[in-house]
């Protein structure tokens, strides 16, 4: 290494700091790393150009200011935004209660909200309608009854729970007790330990899973989206076998966020009912393929995944199982263009929609390889 390019390392190290051993803010430092140093070429490049236009025009123009080369924070997120995680991460376990394992998650996502209408396949604004006066929509499938309380969330919602669940890459655990009472749910383990699961990551890295550019609508779209999961609440009410009935309400995740402009990071905390279905109950969604799929597809493909390879199911079922709102005379033909999109991308080997709606119901047939 030259001696002008060790100079320059060991100034961005006095700027973040040592590089930490810790797996998640490894990750994080080596891409304020970067971002220094794309700012410090960036820089250089627009000084070098200042000069030689100078030199050009020395005889008529008088010599340009130079820009200044010192950024200021706001210019320098990334390393805001490290060494706050840095302290959350020290305030998060000072008691050292709590274990940490890494995580490698794939297509884990929790088979009960396959069941359930959470995500809703229409616009927020249609959902309004159908709120109740505590600002939730209720469900009564044949999985579970309950309500979603908060904000609306739509399939788009969904895209960056799927997309936070495959960034997570911590799991901590310890005592029911010594978890943080924000992150406390009605899951209660017999042994009296809990597990959590985290992530610490940029906005940008969620978009990235999304597959969406880092514009800056992409960003507050996302942004927004964080929001509303962490604003919501699951309220569950099951039937048990002497006939009581049981509820309780849960966090889907619980959220920290620092935003600088274009730019930000988000604290995820999976509480101890999520981390427990993430490694216990829990069905395969193939991400490559979802991606690809219109919002209907999607919670088609969703309910599906958690079925065997040769399933049938009414229509009528399934529309209220992934909260379709759309109008009832157009359910058999929406349903057909859901399962054409699947057929198109080749994880239905086939299907067919039995019945005339009359006199017959409508069921669903399909076929596809495990």
Known sequence: MATDDLFDEQERSKQIGERPSEPIFAKLWDRAHQALENEEKRLASGVESIDLQAQANTETQPEPTRPKTNPSSRDKPMEARLRAAARDLAEFNTNGALESFP???????????????????????????IQDLDNAVAFDTPYGAGRRLGPPLTIRDEDTLIA???????????????????????????????????????????????????????????????????????????????????????????????????????????????????????????????????????????????????????????????????????????????CDELVEMQWLESYEIKGNGRSKPLILHITRQR
């Open 103 to 129: 995580l490698s998650p794939q297509n884990e996502f929790p088979t009960s909200l396959t069941r359930l209408p959470i995500f809703r396949p229409s616009q927020r604004r249609k959902q309004q309608s």
């Open 164 to 338: 936070l669940m495959r960034l997570r890459d911590r799991a901590l655990t310890g005592p029911v007790n010594h978890l943080p009472a924000n992150v406390r749910d009605i899951y209660q383990p017999k042994n009296g330990r809990a597990e959590i699961h985290r992530v610490v990551c940029t906005i940008n890295q969620i978009n990235d899973e999304l597959g969406l550019s880092d514009s800056g609508t992409n960003f507050k779209n996302t942004l927004a989206s964080i929001k509303r999961l962490n604003a919501s609440k699951i309220e569950l009410d099951k039937i048990m076998a002497d006939g009581s009935r049981v509820g309780g309400a849960f966090d889907l995740i619980k959220v920290q966020w620092r935003v600088y402009d274009n730019h930000g990071l988000v604290d995820v905390i999976f509480p101890p009912i999520m981390a427990h279905w993430l490694r216990h109950s829990y069905t395969f969604i193939d991400w490559s393929v979802r991606k690809n799929l219109s919002s209907l597809g999607k919670a088609v493909h969703r309910y599906l995944s958690g079925q065997p390879g040769q399933f049938k199911i009414g229509v009528e079922k399934l529309a209220t199982t992934i909260g379709f709102d759309g109008r009832r005379e157009h359910l058999r033909g929406k349903i057909s263009t859901a």
